[in-house]
């Protein structure tokens, strides 16, 4: 495997770059987007003129990477896109007929309310979501840095366990502690006094039904973030701590002047991936109640399978599709930007 | 700084709340699993399984084509998710370590690559493996499943390879390594924390993925374990005994592999960070 020359002074300087675009920030050197928890390894300037074999170096060692996405992911969405361009259901399928319909799909899905109050309520899931999960898992990160060393331990063994817990047999077990008859949880608030909850549905309206997928979600994706923010703040050096602490700073402002500054880039990074992770969700969502009550808790996945596979529209599903993508483009647009800029920042700094 | 009494009570108190509202949903899998029906359909909870069986784990078990399918799961898992490390392992390194023309277009493509609505994607997925008479076959999974979990591997792991010291490389050359042992000694035994940590994600992705192998593989031989999750449930209307058995079986294998490496993967993060 070749292995690189030249990456010269990139990142000589690690606190320029990172904060990037938009309200600067003092310092934060830890690493790069998708990072986990703190890298900052400050480079030497170690230029070297590179050579032509080097010059291939990257791009055959992203070759594989490169052929496979355009192979098994690449393909099947220019596929995709085709069809949704098409009038395909169950005859056209079966009998490989190829039905163009020009913009028909788009034109019906846009002119539908349905489309758009899904699009709404997508939007508005994957905020309250994400908003859980990026605050009870900061405060559940913070607390995990608090605790002694043995509590500290058990609570982590306890978030491993759920964060571990394949999301289908997770949704199973969800479907049988909210069980209306014999659930758990609904004899819980029968003897906490609550008796009009002893045979609660949960799945019978859109608001309880989006309580059970939001308690599942949160509970599955809180581990990721609490347990990865406590190794984060483990890099965080002490004296920064401390100091503020000599000029008197409360927990909250030591949180905002510290804690928060030194890992945005983690907070951004984690952000992205929880918004993607919750917009993307699916077989919570499907398994606890396929959508319903009356389709009323369907996001735009639901809604795309739900009206390709499950209704036999194809072309339809497939046109719904790629207008979720570009929602979702849209939720994360602020932070692949970022990325972009930084990066640019970095290769300028060549 | 000393705290106060109730400062040192209720980060612990917290703390018990948390760990058993985390660990509940597990332990009732487990719970109900091993308790004869008559505890599990009753109107006061039985909390404990004081009468222990495991009848409905044989139920699970004996279901037809039990041991293929988990025999497939295996195959396709370990295999899709080796396939993509070593395939994100290069290409992070590329990335992480070079500087060449195209390299922000290919990140961002690895970014959105992330997004892909793969469950839609079914039937484009169906009708390219059919025209290959592939249908029924494990190939065509491991080959998806891989990059339904590159993306997410090649970034994280470019983080990792960014925080490997470019000296310590440097400094085995110096020492008369070529550039390849330079990787295979110094850089690739730092990287295994992190090779864990992200082939965890791999592993549960893969183990999980539903809509793709019911679509492909309608042989019952050729499907996977969520198959036969799945069909249980319905199979036994309300036996949740025989279906949380499933469960737990279902769950055990990535259970036992995240307890073995998130410790190994969360330590050598943090400590190889903060001597970078």
């Known amino acids: 495997m070749a292995v690189q020359l030249d990456d010269g002074a990139e990142r000589t300087a690690p606190g320029t770059g990172k904060g990037g675009a938009p309200p600067e920030n003092g310092a934060p050197p830890a690493g790069r987007p998708p990072r986990l928890p703190g890298r900052r390894a400050p480079r030497l300037p170690a230029r070297r003129t590179p050579l032509p074999s080097a010059r291939r170096a990257p791009y055959l060692l992203l070759l594989p990477a490169l052929l496979a996405t355009a192979l098994f992911l690449g393909w099947p969405m220019a596929r995709n896109a085709l069809l949704s361009f098409q009038n395909l259901n169950m005859k056209e399928l079966i009998q490989h007929l190829t039905d163009w319909r020009g913009t028909g799909n788009y034109q019906e899905i846009l002119g539908s309310e349905q489309f758009w109050r899904v699009t709404f309520r997508t939007v508005v899931f994957t905020g309250v979501n994400v908003v859980l999960i990026m605050v009870l898992g900061v405060l559940i990160g913070l607390l995990l840095a608090r605790l002694g060393k043995k509590m500290r331990l058990a609570l982590s063994a306890a978030l491993v366990l759920a964060w571990a817990m394949p999301v289908i047999a997770a949704t199973t077990v969800f479907q049988w502690l909210f069980d209306s008859r014999y659930g758990v949880l609904n004899w819980v608030l029968d003897r906490l006094g609550w008796h009009s909850m002893a045979h609660y549905d949960w799945v019978g309206t859109q608001l309880s039904t989006f309580f059970v997928i939001t308690v599942l979600i949160v509970w599955q994706s809180l581990p990721f973030v609490a347990l990865n923010l406590y190794a984060a703040t483990t890099t965080i050096p002490k004296e920064l701590y401390e100091a503020a602490r000599m000029d008197g700073a409360g927990t909250w402002k030591v949180f905002t002047s510290v804690t928060f500054p030194f890992l945005k880039p983690f907070f951004l990074a984690t952000t992205f991936l929880e918004v993607i992770w919750v917009f993307k969700a699916f077989p919570q969502i499907f398994a606890i109640n396929e959508g319903g009550p009356e389709r009323l808790t369907e996001t735009l996945p639901i809604y795309a399978f739900t009206e390709g596979v499950g209704n036999l529209h194809f072309g339809m599903g497939a046109a719904i599709s790629l207008l979720t993508i570009v929602v979702l483009l849209a939720m994360t647009a602020y932070y692949l930007r970022l990325t972009v800029k930084q990066e640019q920042q970095e290769e300028n700094e060549l | ?276």
């Open chain 2, 1 to 276: 700084m000393k705290r106060s009494l109730a400062g040192r009570i209720w980060p612990n108190a917290t703390a018990v709340v948390l760990a058993i509202g985390f660990v509940f949903p597990v332990y009732w899998m487990f719970n109900t699993a091993f308790k004869p029906t008559q505890d599990i359909i009753t109107e006061d909870p039985v909390w404990f399984p004081l009468h222990g069986t495991f009848e409905h784990f044989a139920t699970a078990v004996n279901a037809p084509n039990f041991w293929t399918l988990a025999g497939n799961s295996v195959i396709v898992t370990v295999l899709a998710v080796g396939l993509s490390l070593l395939i994100a392992l290069c290409g992070a390194f590329a990335i992480a370590r070079m500087r060449f023309k195209g390299r922000k277009g290919i990140l961002l493509t690895f970014m959105v690559a992330q997004m892909a609505p793969w469950e839609v994607m079914v039937i484009s997925i169906y009708m390219i493996v059919r025209d290959a008479d592939m249908l029924n076959s494990l190939l065509p999974l491991t080959c998806f499943y891989m990059l339904m979990v590159l993306p997410f591997t090649l970034l994280t792991l470019r983080g990792y390879v960014a925080a490997v010291p470019k000296e310590l490389e440097e400094s085995a050359m110096v020492d008369g390594c070529t550039r390849r042992q330079a990787f295979t000694k110094v850089v690739f035994p730092l990287l295994a924390p992190g090779l864990m940590a992200t082939s965890l994600f791999g592993f549960i992705t893969a183990w999980n993925e539903f809509p793709l192998v019911l679509v492909l593989n309608k042989e019952p031989a050729m499907g996977t374990l969520p198959l036969w999750l799945s069909q249980f449930q319905s199979q036994f209307g309300d036996d949740w005994g025989a279906t949380m058995a499933a469960a737990s079986i279902f769950a055990l294998p990535i259970l036992v592999l995240f307890l073995f490496l998130q410790r190994k993967a969360v330590g050598g993060l943090t400590s190889g960070a903060v001597k970078g």
